[in-house]
């Protein structure tokens, strides 16, 4: 029964969040104009108020006389702008006299075909962490919100955290202090998360509070320090939690247009290294003996 409770806080926290479920977000605003004349499109309207570009998903139904769902698109809104999109009705569907939309929303771009899935070693080359949650392993709270591919590196608390690849910052959290496994902390962790030029999305999360000198729309270099790892929100140790998002083009079984996704990570010398569940390395990659850290949840 815990444990059930503890999936249904999560699920519940993270479709609290307009990335992740129906948009609410002030950012991002969508209207729809059926063009009357023929009745076989309609323009939308779509206003980006961010800095940032977002995906955006719009479904559109009609009203009467059974709700039915005519038509969907997808779209990247740039910053600071406004764009017009007409929509046909999908195949055999057609609009009535009138209609009515929902739309879903997260920061990123789908414009850019050729992703760059390399990111370095998030640690200095002289630090040691263990793999304590990836995809070869046992999970615990990754497998939810397809979140397999993310993966924790146990390290010790204060340990400098590097960012994996060229990018703005545009989420970040670093005021939470507690700690522990309790529901009311789920959600609660810091964290700092990053736009890259390609649309991919990293996330650092457990951070240490406040040990991040930085500002959302600030850019940052891969290798730069960002943070240090910490022990804040739903954990049972010091950890960095880390993962890849790549937002898609259409709806995923929670309702988000964003996917964790398998990368490749190189260190400082580009040298390809693949983690395994359970081993302690170094930040430069090589297997360390005879080292141990607790695993967190």
């Known amino acids: 029964m815990i444990n059930l409770m503890r999936i249904a806080l999560i699920l519940l926290f993270f479709c609290a969040k ?12 969508v209207s729809a ?19 940032f570009p977002h995906i955006v998903f719009i479904k559109i139904f009609n009203k009467e006389p059974d709700g039915d769902l005519v038509a969907h698109t997808t779209t990247t809104a740039l910053p600071n702008s406004s764009s017009f999109i007409e929509v046909p ?15 879903y929303e997260n920061i990123g771009d789908n414009t850019v075909v050729d992703k ?15 793999v304590c949650q990836s995809s070869d392993g046992p999970q615990t709270t990754h497998k939810l919100l397809d979140r397999l591919y993310a993966i924790d590196f146990c390290a010790k608390e204060k340990t400098p955290i590097l960012a994996a690849k060229d990018g703005v910052i545009f989420e970040l ?17 810091n964290k700092i998360s990053i736009l890259h030029s390609d649309g991919l ?4 999360a457990h951070i240490s509070p406040n040990s991040s000198p930085l500002s959302v729309g600030d850019k940052v270099l891969k290798g730069q320090q960002i943070a240090l790892v910490g022990h804040v929100g739903y954990s049972s140790g010091p950890h960095l939690h ?8 259409k709806l995923n079984s929670q309702n988000n247009l964003i996917n964790v996704i398998p990368v490749e990570f190189l260190n400082s010398k580009g040298e390809k290294i693949i983690f395994k569940y359970g ?4 930040g430069a990659g090589a297997v360390l003996k005879n080292r141990s850290f607790r695993r967190p949840l």
């Open 201 to 204: 999305i990293s996330t650092y």
């Open 116 to 130: 760059d899935r390399k990111f370095l070693i998030p640690f200095h080359a002289e630090s040691e962490f263990k």
């Open 173 to 189: 959290i670093q005021n939470f202090t507690e700690s522990g496994v309790k529901p009311d902390l789920i959600g609660k962790e």
């Open 89 to 103: 009705p999908n195949p055999g569907k057609k609009y009535s006299q009138s209609i009515t939309w929902s739309y």
């Open 279 to 282: 081993i302690s390395y170094s």
């Open 242 to 249: 880390f993962e890849v998002l790549e937002g898609d083009v």
């Open 18 to 29: 307009a990335a992740y479920c129906q948009s609410t977000s002030e950012m991002i605003s």
């Open 33 to 51: 104009t059926l063009i009357s004349s023929a009745k076989n499109n309609v323009r939308l309207t779509i206003v980006n108020r961010d800095s």
